[in-house]
């Protein structure tokens, strides 16, 4: 199996913002600090689970994130604005 890193370099957006709604909708309703904790907590638990290095995925993410934003603009800032509302 490729490692988690591999992986989301081929992850398509219109496969990993609606995973993102469903982490928002999740922790929403809880305050700020609970939020950031519960979403740290399960990313953390995710990457141990998967042996992947968690500061190897926050850097493959923040590409994924660039390369999105440059082409899928629109289904990106539709995610920050969906963020900006339910938090």
């Not at 609606?18 to 953390?44: E, R």
Request: aromatic fraction near 8%; include cysteine.
């Amino acid at each position: 199996m490729a490692s988690v890193t591999d992986q989301i370099n081929h992850c398509r957006v219109a496969d990993v913002v609606p995973a993102a709604y469903s982490v928002i909708d999740a922790i929403d309703g809880n305050k700020p600090g609970i939020q950031a904790a519960g979403a740290a907590l399960t990313f953390f638990a995710i990457c141990k689970h998967y042996e992947a290095d968690p500061r190897d995925v926050l850097v493959t993410v923040e590409r994924f994130i660039r390369h999105a934003e440059q082409q899928e603009a629109p289904t990106m800032r539709a995610l920050w604005a969906y963020l900006a509302g339910e938090l």
